[in-house]
């Protein structure tokens, strides 16, 4: 099942990605992985791009595109924004607006009580900051990352429905 979709992931297709939240987080890691992996190759082939442009003005290239955005990643509230953003930032030495982004998307107040009586699956969809409504952008490079990066500017999209209709 899981090399399922990691083929999935490897086609570039849009994927709905909708599994039962369990303590596994293995699905998480996967696609932070395929996330980081995708925009790199992105930024080397515009590396490449820009190469062929200087050393030939008559060469034909593929368009960039309007924005720099390449990845789009959906997430209904800011609670599991936090914790795949948190996986995609791992190992990076500098990541800047990292405690503005921590303090948005965490809970403000103590968790319900009654919360812990229920599920798992349930505690971990809407246990912590279950907001609705956000949008921002980050930038990878290769040691470094920048949260709330400018929407056109940014590689990766991180969004809520909601969010994305109001921001955008």
């Known amino acids: 099942d899981i090399e399922n979709f990691r083929k999935a992931l490897s086609s570039h297709s849009n994927i709905l990605f909708s599994p039962s939240f369990g303590v596994d987080a293995l699905p998480i890691e996967i696609v932070t992985e395929h996330i980081r ?5 992105k930024h080397r082939a515009q590396k490449n791009t820009d190469g062929q442009i ?41 990541v800047e607006k990292l405690e503005q982004f921590e303090s948005d998307c965490s809970l403000k107040e103590p968790e319900d009580p009654k919360l812990l009586k229920l599920s798992a699956d349930h505690q971990q969809l809407f246990g912590g900051n279950v907001d609705d409504r956000f949008c921002f952008g980050i930038t990878l490079f290769r040691k470094k990352a920048v949260l ?21």
């Open 54 to 94: 200087k050393t030939d003005s008559d060469v034909i290239t593929p368009d960039s595109g309007f924005t720099n955005n390449s990845v789009l990643l959906i997430l209904p509230s800011r609670n599991l924004a936090l914790q795949y953003v948190q996986n995609l930032l791992k190992g990076y030495e500098t």
């Open 37 to 41: 992996e995708h925009i790199f190759q």
């Open 148 to 168: 709330y990066a400018e929407y056109t500017k940014c590689d990766l999209l991180v969004a809520s429905p909601l969010g994305l209709a109001h921001y955008l």
